[in-house]
């Protein structure tokens, strides 16, 4: 069995998780470029897709592979 540990239920029940802060993101940024990826940060947009692609995995999951595994 693949028992995943994300998605998760946000800290808060208005949805909003205290834990998920621009800091977070940018330090997920620092760790790609530790291992040779380009900073994130340059751009604004960069900054918001990856914010937007962790709040999806973090909070929501793959409603594409939930749909072909039912």
Request: zero cysteines; aromatic letters at 14%.
């Amino acid at each position: 069995m693949d028992e995943r540990s994300y998605p998760i239920e946000p800290a808060e029940p208005d949805g909003d998780d205290p834990r998920f802060t621009f800091g977070f993101v940018h330090e997920v940024g620092e760790v790609f470029a530790r291992h040779g990826f380009p900073q994130i940060g340059r751009s604004w947009r960069d900054h918001l897709e990856l914010q937007q692609a962790l709040y999806r995995f973090i909070y929501v999951g793959d409603t594409r592979t939930e749909r072909l595994a039912s």
